[in-house]
Structures are given as structure tokens and as C-alpha cells.
């Protein structure tokens, strides 16, 4: 576990009393209560954050601490807003129902100062995950975020290097190397083509006999080699 994994506090003592091994630190549970939501006032630095509602059902994807992100979103998404996605995700692991954090210490601990005003670097961070898809602001105070992100697709990877495109697509290539998957990827591509929403393709290789792992993850491979907005 790196530094801007951990949960922060600014009181945080000067030595921290002796703990056992299961027992969760007492300096952490300021800031990683599970949520309740009647005492976050509009007002107040604290920021709720719980799970996308569908993260759990999303089988096919990549850690949001993964070498995938860190390869290939962190050029999209920008260092401020991944490192903060895994701040999110590791909390998220430590609480799947959800946990309040201190976003103004949050943001001094990531290096994006104290302010949280609506064109602070925090603000862009978070408006940058959710222009992604990768979090939703819920409210002013809640934020829902995804703990699995997707691959990329093909118009996003055209943003990045041509060195990182080629690893990319060498990456795809290995996985689209199993029979199964591969007949799957051909069929999802040629129904993309054709026009169908992601969630028509999927029903339908689905109906076709694909296991919904393999049906998921032909969809996304699919729309990473091109044919994605």
C-alpha cells in the first residue's frame, strides 16, 4: 500500500498507539466511517463516496490500480485524477458500502492544495473521472465512482502515443487469442458495425450461446478496435 492509498488526517499524533493486527487504526476512523448520510452537511469538506451501483455486476475489466490504467488511462485521465480514482478504489476495497473521506486533506496529500472552489485542480480532478464515465457526482457531497474501468476504445488510444497504441494493441491481441473469445469478438464487431447499442450486442451474442463473461468482454474489445465514439 502506497502513501496516497492510505486514509489521511491532519491530527493525525506523533506516534500512534499500539493496535492488533485486525483491529482498524483509530486515526483512520474519522475519515473512513461508513457513510451516513445525515451528517455531511452541503457545506462541509467531507465527501461521501460508495460504489457505481453496477460495479459489482461489471465481471470484465481492469482494476482501477491496475498496470492497465496506469499504461494507458493515466494518459487520458491526467496524474491528479488517477492517483485519486485510486485513492477511491482503495477505499472502496477497505469499505465496500462506503466511507467519507476529508476532501481538503485528501487534496493536500495528492499535492492539489487546499482549495475546493468549482475550478480548483480537486474539482477538475473529479470532473475529469466523470467526464470518463469513470465517477457521477450524486450530490454536492456524494460521489458514486467505478472500481473496475473498461478498456479503452479506439478513438481515446488515438490520443496517446503511437509507442503506447502498439503495446495496446499487441495487449488485445493476446486476449483475443482464445477461440471462443475471438468468434465472439468478430460477431460483436460486425453487430456494432451494423449499429446496435453496446447493450443489444451483449443480449445478443448472449442468445447466441456466449457466457455473459465472454459476451461482456467481446463487447469491449470490439468497441476498442474502432468502432466506439
Known amino acids: 500500500m502506497t502513501l496516497l492509498e492510505q486514509p489521511y488526517s491532519t491530527t493525525e499524533p506523533a506516534q500512534r498507539p499500539p493496535e492488533s493486527d485486525t483491529a482498524q487504526p483509530s486515526w483512520t476512523r474519522d475519515l473512513l466511517d461508513p457513510v451516513d448520510p445525515a451528517t455531511v452537511e452541503s457545506t462541509s469538506p467531507l465527501l461521501e463516496v460508495v460504489g457505481w451501483p453496477d460495479s459489482g455486476q461489471l465481471q470484465v475489466g481492469h482494476d482501477a490500480r ?4 496506469e499504461r494507458y488511462w493515466l494518459g487520458m485521465l491526467g496524474p491528479s485524477s488517477t492517483w485519486m480514482l485510486r485513492r477511491f478504489a482503495r477505499g472502496l476495497e477497505d ?15 495528492l499535492g492539489l492544495g487546499t482549495s475546493l472552489a468549482r475550478n480548483s485542480s480537486t474539482q477538475r480532478s473529479i470532473d475529469r473521472l466523470c467526464q470518463f464515465n469513470l465517477a457521477e457526482r450524486v450530490s454536492p457531497t456524494r460521489l458514486s465512482v467505478r472500481t ?11 490520443k496517446l502515443p503511437e509507442s503506447v497504441q502498439r503495446t495496446h494493441d499487441q495487449l488485445l491481441a493476446r486476449e ?4 471462443e ?7 460483436a464487431t460486425g453487430l456494432i ?11 445478443q451474442l448472449r442468445v447466441w450461446g456466449f ?12 468497441l476498442a478496435e474502432g468502432w466506439a465514439s
Open 66 to 69: 491496475s498496470f492497465y490504467v
Open 181 to 187: 473469445l475471438s468468434r465472439a469478438v468478430a460477431a
Open 148 to 158: 473496475v474501468v473498461p478498456t479503452m476504445t479506439r478513438k481515446q488510444l488515438s
Open 193 to 203: 458495425g451494423a449499429g446496435l447499442t453496446n447493450a443489444v450486442v451483449e443480449s
Open 95 to 109: 469499505h465496500p458500502g462506503g466511507f467519507r473521506i476529508n476532501l481538503i486533506d485528501t487534496a493536500k496529500a
Open 211 to 222: 457466457p455473459p463473461v465472454c459476451a461482456h468482454h467481446a463487447t469491449a474489445l470490439a
Open 176 to 179: 483475443v487469442q482464445d477461440p
